[in-house]
């Protein structure tokens, strides 16, 4: 899982330094693909459940599963990068919103508290507590920014399995009562809102948006649960992330 999470990083990294005014979604795909398969991985999202292409690229209102298009990314855009691959019989899977040009001042804010609120559900894990506790620490950073949380979608087990059976609400839910174990391998994976946290289905079955059309950010990583905290599996073996590398608008 450690090596499968780090070439997820890498992955994610690289894709990141496509990302300029102009580029085309499908471009970012292409280059994904070819990279997990040049690094003997397959490109997790590509076949599954039907999906379409090697990557999620999420652009703005798009909360998340977004498919690669022929769309450009504008000034002023935020998009984010979902990277999946499977190599050694596991997945690695993570993700991070960026913000391309000149962002208006509340997609700054959405963006680096969603970040923000990802390293809190991150700090909540810990072996014997339950995995409602990450949800809570998720939604009391969102609450304090004034950014709603996305339900429809949540953290998932993965391993073996792409999506494997733990839940891992973002928001808090009582009812989710799972103790964290050591060594359960995870992902938390917070979509914030700046208006209402519903969602809408487009007729492609896979593009999630907000029902109001204003923006969502995300951002992912695989987790180890670990006796005294969360181990982050997808950062390289430098301990680079593209969460840390792109703090800041990509002008
Ligand atoms: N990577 C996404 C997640 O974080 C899942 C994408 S499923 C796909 O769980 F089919 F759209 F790729
Ligand atoms: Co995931
Ligand atoms: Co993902």
Redesign the pocket.
Known sequence: MRRTGALAAEVLIRACEMVRVGVATDAIDQFVHDLAVANDAYP??LG??G?P?SV?TSVNEVI??GIPDSRVLCDGDIVNI???VYREGVHG?T?VTLMVGEVDEHSLRLVTQTRAALMAGIGAVRAGAPVSDIGRAIQSHAEKHRLGVVRE?IG?GVGTE??AGLQVPHNYDRNATTVLVEAMTF?I?PMLTLGSPRALMWDDD?TAVTLDGRRSAQF?HTLACCSDGAEILTQTSAGETAHALFPNPIT
Do not use: G, I, L, N
Request: net charge negative.
């Open positions: 997790s999202p599954y459940r999906y292409k999620c998340c599963h979902d990277v999946t899977d993700s979608f998932h792409f999506h992902t994976e896979w992912e």
